[in-house]
């Protein structure tokens, strides 16, 4: 070799700052992103925080004329009361209790089965492959909301029911995106280098495959998220949500429907406004994670 | 600093005065071009020279005004007594495209894959108004023929796909010529391409640039590219113009620290004997060497071995064969280099040997023990794994971005739990023990791959790939991506490792030049076949088979004499039908 | 050299044998488009079959002892249940229960409505046709401006339209349309008076509502929305993709204008991955009208659906599902075989 010193290699140029700084730095510089976290924080201590200190009684029905269908600002029932008798504001809250429950663990759920599902798809590959995907084909070609209805026809919906069912209506999307994700990692230098060496095939997933791809499962998972609060508020719109005395925004907007030609606005525009409020909340977080996790289209 | 051009008289058709370039980022604010200046006059090729980071394509673009909003341009380009940064978008539109056009570096998707070829070339021509349509779809049927695609009639019906790589770049060409513009700015225009198709991209440009006044401005990091076709040439480094002045100058006597540094770490090649080589080729007495089937019986042991070895690939639903009949030996403590151009079949042997892709006839064998290459591995197959290491091509994708250095290098020790390796000081140990013998710090070992340089990843893939101490490394163009001087050190690390650990190695690359300096022994393929076989030292310099000669001629020497001599017998070759039959062939399946 | 050197030879020999080791200029069939097309078949064929695997298994979750007891009605004695499901085939061992029920469907039967003197396929076919205008108004107008308002937004990446018009997407979006429904009804039915908000009483046809469009402004709208917001999400991320490509630049160095770049080389190639998406789209949109239809009693497929679920009328909500499914195989196969065939690429093969 005839070379002596060769000139110092250009240092990469965003290497100071670790890489969750960084990440949370994209993410912090994202206002959409960080309105939609403020809000969400805030929507859960409303909804888990808020009755302990606005106690309200959500079980008794009453058919006192007194206490029924009072408008907002009605003393002691800021926002009213419902044809039950019940505040709106206590209402609210325990409403989001549902909404919020069945949609983060429904997302969830459905993330998982997505990850497992897409990643084991992506990395065998072949003719295993291709029937675990006309599985997603055949899922897809269902409606979820016709299927929810059907399922709330035949069992009865309680909330641990709703999260199972809608869980299983969503898993298809992320299991198509981490599919393609998978096959992509699949063929990288570093799984190829494991492979060579001996390395097993579980090793390949466990360790290489659904470590990367956590960034679109994390995004998705936001997406999902934001898509059950939606559909919870669909079903129940259509009459086959969770039972009373248990109650979510869709169930609450839907009674007060019947209201609308008496100009009872507080009986709609709350549990509307709060459902609005809430999926934009977690479509900005998604789309700042998107922002925060996609190389694509960034600077290099 | 100003690029010093002979005083002719001739006004510069390009001036760029004290140009700076900066990117503001949400992570701050990055210089990309200091204070640089420069003039082109007509019919001149400049070539401006660096390696990746030095500023050199974010000044082409500079002058196209095609940088992305996050660019902060100030100092002056004046093109034809016309300042172009003051020129407003509109009046940018009608300079791009008929005063000053542009080539790219990846002629595969530079062209719009659902507009028809001829189209493409067409709308140049009527987006300046040169011509009626009817005259603009002759004029781009003339100008696909100008640059030599065969049948253009029926190419500019076509659509890209239906094109090779070479043949894009021609069309790309094409564009850049319909209105025959003062300026060509060509941007790495054959860096994707093979070499024997840059060669003849380089002469259609050199061409081009004797038979009118247009002026050229190569943006290049292949010194052989600027021994070739460059007038003059400027030396770019962390957006510094560092030197710059004729050619032969700055290539034969550089000045400036950086430039010397620069053309010291560029892999040579020994003059090959272009005079007997010739002879014989015009004589008819050119040969086709037969391949060894073994080394002679030096009572050498085969690390590994290729015996009638075929391999089928399988794309698209589609299965052809990607490598006929090898037969290779490659001895123990030796470096064979393979070489060949894409689609010759080189990168598929070398998964075969690391058991990624089956034999689909024949053997290979490590130790004397087969390779199979079975989704669930036996214990007898896991042994023979462990023998061999690897390293890829690609720093960007060698290693998980997930997993720390330290992480990525004992991975091998965790998949085989070697004796005396199993324990977790123990494995602490041998990472530190490895980062030292790639000649990386050990704090290194919690780093995360992200924050180490190219040049850096692959030494960490060497150091993974030798951590099970194999018998054989496959090393899968472990430098392509590199800047020459980053090569330099990595090549550096992996023959000192080599001497150290006594492995074989086999050394598959495109660069006859590095293959040249790193083998014992060369290995030439060519459309899945192994067409020649030899000693490095004599291959060099008068290779027997009409492909090798052919490919040996096509690279350019970063010498201009050397390269003057190959361009010569390159031009005297391709006037033999033979040779061009042969060395034609059929396009890759 | 290390070995023995071959005997000398010319090379124009050499050449033949080795320059075309198989040179058969014939296209295999493996790769080609038609085999791209049978293959996208099977696969569709496979597909439907576990679309019935899948129907006919929430069959028998929702009525285990078979549908005798709710055709007949609950004046049945068990005896009488018995001898229907024993005539229908309702006893025998499920695998050929589920082959009998692939046969029927074959042969277009979906069984009978326990709550309608009709069959399900009467019932579907009087209410199909409406939903499919009341979808198909909305998918066309969604489109019409989403795709523009897509590309609009990608070629103003950053700036203050495509925010407001990003934020205003994503307020679409999370809006449940029943509640974006509600609020037109209020607006422009109650305190306007512009238009109904409830569609006419009894069962009217097509002809009726396309002669009196006024009933459908509203579900129309309110079905748009979403889908509005949906589709100008991918034209947007779409033509974003497109505009960084390589071919992009090529056209902007042959001064080539940002608009017109867009308008001549990034549409057509953007609009691919959305046409992949429409197949995929139409259980959604059926999702959707059922929302719809139900929030303005417009009597199409989604309010029947809706009842029937009000009623237990599993073969009814069973045979919309199917209905549904089916569709949707159809159409991702009819929107992957256009995508095909507007790729020069794979068209190519075609000749």
């Given at each position: 070799m005839t070379t002596s010193t060769p000139a110092p290699e250009l240092a990469p140029r965003l290497s100071t700052a670790s890489p969750a700084t960084r990440a949370w730095r994209r993410f912090r510089s994202n206002k959409l992103a960080m309105i939609g976290t403020t809000i969400v924080i805030l929507l859960i201590l409303f909804c888990f925080a808020g009755p302990l200190v606005w106690v309200t009684d959500q079980v008794t029905v009453s058919i006192d004329l007194a206490i029924i269908n009072k408008p907002w600002g009605t003393p002691g029932h800021p926002l009213g009361t419902n044809n039950l008798g019940y505040d709106i504001l206590g209402r609210l809250m325990k409403a989001g209790q549902t909404s919020l429950i069945i949609g983060l663990l429904a997302g969830l759920l459905a993330t998982l089965i997505g990850t497992c599902w897409g990643a084991i798809a992506g990395y065998i590959g072949g003719p295993v492959d291709a029937i675990m995907m006309r599985v997603v084909d055949a899922g897809i070609a269902l409606p979820a909301t016709f299927l929810l209805l059907i399922l709330s026809a035949i069992m009865h919906p309680s909330i641990p029911l709703m999260i199972v069912v809608i869980g299983l209506v969503s898993w298809l999307v992320p299991a198509r995106l981490i599919r393609a994700e998978a096959i992509t990692i699949k063929t990288r230098d570093y799984v190829l280098a494991l492979r060579a060496v001996g390395g097993s095939h579980t090793r390949a997933v466990a360790r290489h495959i659904i470590p990367n791809t956590i960034g679109t499962m994390i995004v998705n998972a936001t997406f999902q998220v934001a898509d059950a609060i939606l559909l919870v508020a669909y079903i129940s719109f259509l009459g086959m949500g969770v039972e009373p005395p248990a109650t979510d925004w869709g169930a609450m907007l839907t009674k007060g429907i019947d209201y609308t030609y008496a100009g009872y606005w507080w009986l709609i525009f709350p549990p509307g406004l709060l459902i609005v409020i809430t999926v934009c909340a977690f479509n900005f977080i998604g789309d700042g994670l998107r922002d925060m996790f996609d190389v694509k289209g960034r600077q290099s | 600093m100003t690029a010093t051009a002979p005083t002719t008289g001739v006004q510069p058709v390009l001036t760029v005065e004290h140009l700076n370039v900066q990117f503001v980022t949400d992570e701050g604010t990055y210089p990309a071009v200091n204070d640089s200046s420069f003039e082109i006059r007509p019919g001149e090729v400049l070539a401006l020279v660096g390696e990746s980071g030095s500023g050199k394509s974010v000044t082409s673009l500079a002058i196209l005004g095609l940088l992305p909003g996050t660019a902060r341009v100030t100092g002056r380009i004046t093109l034809a007594g016309e300042s172009l940064l003051d020129a407003g978008e509109a009046r940018m539109n009608v300079i791009r495209g008929a005063s000053v056009s542009m080539l790219f570096q990846e002629p595969m998707t530079a062209l719009n894959p659902t507009m028809t070829v001829g189209a493409q070339v067409m709308e140049v021509l009527t987006n300046h108004r040169i011509c009626s349509k009817a005259e603009a779809a002759k004029r781009a049927v003339e100008l696909l023929g100008r640059v030599g695609i065969p049948d253009p009639e029926r190419r500019a019906k076509g659509y890209p796909h239906e094109l090779s790589g070479g043949q894009r770049q021609r069309v790309v060409i094409a564009i850049a010529l319909a209105c025959e513009p003062k300026l060509i700015v060509a941007?790495?225009?054959?860096?994707?391409?093979?070499?024997?198709?840059?060669?003849?991209?380089?002469?259609?440009?050199?061409?081009?640039?004797?038979?009118?006044?247009?002026?050229?401005?190569?943006?290049?990091?292949?010194?052989?590219v600027v021994a070739d076709i460059a007038d003059h040439v400027a030396v770019m480094y962390n957006?510094?113009?560092?030197?710059s002045g004729p050619m032969k100058q700055v290539l034969l006597e550089p000045a400036a620290d950086y430039s010397q540094r620069l053309i010291a770490a560029i892999p040579k090649m020994p003059a090959a004997h272009w005079d007997d080589i010739v002879t014989a080729a015009q004589e008819g007495t050119v040969t086709v060497p037969a391949v060894p089937a073994s080394l002679p019986a030096d009572d050498v042991r085969p690390a590994l071995q290729f015996d009638n070895a075929s391999i089928d690939y399988v794309r698209g639903g589609r299965a052809f064969r990607a490598a006929h009949n090898i037969t290779l030996t490659i001895p123990e403590k030796e470096i064979v280099g393979l070489v060949g151009e894409s689609g010759s079949g080189k990168s598929t042997l070398g998964r075969c040997a690391l058991g990624l892709i089956p034999a689909a006839e024949g053997t290979v064998t490590v130790l004397g023990h087969p390779v199979h290459a079975r989704s669930l591995l036996s214990a007898e197959d896991k042994a023979v794994r462990r023998q061999i290491g690897v390293i890829f091509q690609d720093p960007g994708s060698s290693l998980d971005p997930r997993m720390t250095i330290a992480q990525c290098i004992e991975e091998p020790l965790l998949v085989h739990s070697p004796e005396g390796l199993s324990g977790r000081q123990a494995r602490q140990a041998r990472v530190a023990e490895l980062l030292d013998a790639v000649e990386l710090p050990s704090h290194y070992a919690m780093r995360y791959p992200h924050e180490l340089s190219g040049g850096q990843r692959q030494r960490v893939g060497l150091a993974r790939a030798i951590v099970l101490n194999p018998r054989v490394l496959i090393a899968d163009e472990p430098t392509s991506a590199l800047d020459v001087s980053v090569q330099a050190h990595v090549l550096d690390a992996l023959r000192s490792l080599q001497a150290a650990y006594g492995f074989a190695c086999l050394f598959i690359s495109h660069d006859l030049a590095v293959v040249n300096e790193m083998s014992h022994r060369v290995a030439v393929m060519w459309q899945g076949h192994l067409v020649e076989v030899g000693e490095t030292a004599s291959l060099m310099v008068r290779p027997q088979h009409p492909y090798t000669i052919r490919l040996l001629a096509a690279v350019p020497s970063p010498d201009p004499r050397e390269q003057a001599r190959r361009r010569e017998a390159r031009r005297k070759l391709a006037t033999l039908d033979d040779m061009a039959t042969l060395a034609d062939g059929a396009p890759p399946a | 050299m290390a070995s023995n050197r071959a005997a000398p030879a010319p090379t124009a020999v050499l050449a033949n044998v080795l320059a075309k080791p198989e040179a058969t200029k014939r296209r295999p069939f493996r790769g080609s488009f038609w085999w791209y097309l049978i293959r996208r078949l099977l696969q569709a064929l496979f597909v439907v079959l576990l679309v019935t695997l899948i129907v006919f298994t929430l069959m028998h979750l929702a009525m285990p002892a078979g549908p005798g007891a709710g055709i007949l009605g609950l004046g049945a004695t068990?005896?009488?249940?018995?001898?229907?499901?024993?005539?229908?085939?309702?006893?025998?061992?499920?695998?050929?229960?589920?082959?009998?029920?692939?046969?029927?469907?074959?042969?277009?039967?979906?069984?009978?409505?326990?709550?309608?003197?009709?069959?399900?396929?009467?019932?579907?076919?009087?209410?199909?046709?409406?939903?499919?205008?009341?979808?198909?108004?909305?998918?066309?107008?969604?489109l019409a401006i989403a795709l523009p308002m897509g590309m609009f937004q990608a070629t103003r990446r950053g700036r203050l339209a495509d925010y407001a018009l990003t934020g205003v997407n994503f307020v679409i979006y999370s809006t449940p349309s029943f509640f974006m429904g509600l609020l037109l009804i209020v607006v422009f039915a109650q305190k306007l008076q512009l238009l109904p908000a409830t569609a006419p009483a009894g069962v009217p046809t097509v002809a009726y509502l396309l002669a009196n469009p006024r009933y459908l402004v509203l579900p129309v709208i309110t079905g748009s929305l979403g889908t509005l917001a949906t589709f100008s999400r991918y034209m947007r991320s779409a033509t974003i993709d497109n505009l960084s490509e390589d071919y992009v630049r090529t056209a902007r160095a042959k001064g080539t204008s940002k608009s017109r770049v867009v308008v001549r080389h990034v549409v057509r190639n953007s609009l691919t991955p959305v046409i992949a998406m429409l197949g995929y789209y139409l259980p959604v949109m059926f999702g959707g009208m059922l929302v719809v239809e139900q929030l303005f009693n417009y009597p199409g497929m989604g309010l029947l659906f809706w009842r029937s679920a009000q009623q237990a009328d599993y073969p009814v909500l069973l045979g919309c599902v199917?209905?549904?499914?089916?569709?949707?195989?159809?159409?991702?196969?009819?929107?992957?075989?256009?995508q095909a065939l507007l790729d020069p690429r794979t068209r190519g093969q075609l000749q």
């Open positions: - | 941007d790495e225009p054959t860096t994707a391409l093979d070499v024997t198709v840059q060669a003849e991209i380089l002469d259609l440009l050199r061409k081009l640039a004797r038979e009118s006044a247009t002026a050229f401005l190569l943006i290049t990091h292949n010194m052989g957006g510094d113009i560092v030197e | 068990q005896e009488q249940i018995d001898a229907f499901n024993h005539a229908h085939g309702f006893d025998l061992p499920i695998w050929q229960q589920y082959f009998n029920y692939v046969t029927q469907i074959l042969q277009g039967d979906f069984g009978d409505s326990f709550k309608q003197n009709m069959t399900v396929g009467q019932a579907i076919a009087l209410r199909l046709p409406k939903t499919i205008l009341l979808a198909a108004l909305c998918m066309v107008i969604a199917l209905i549904i499914a089916l569709a949707t195989v159809i159409g991702s196969l009819l929107a992957d075989i256009v």
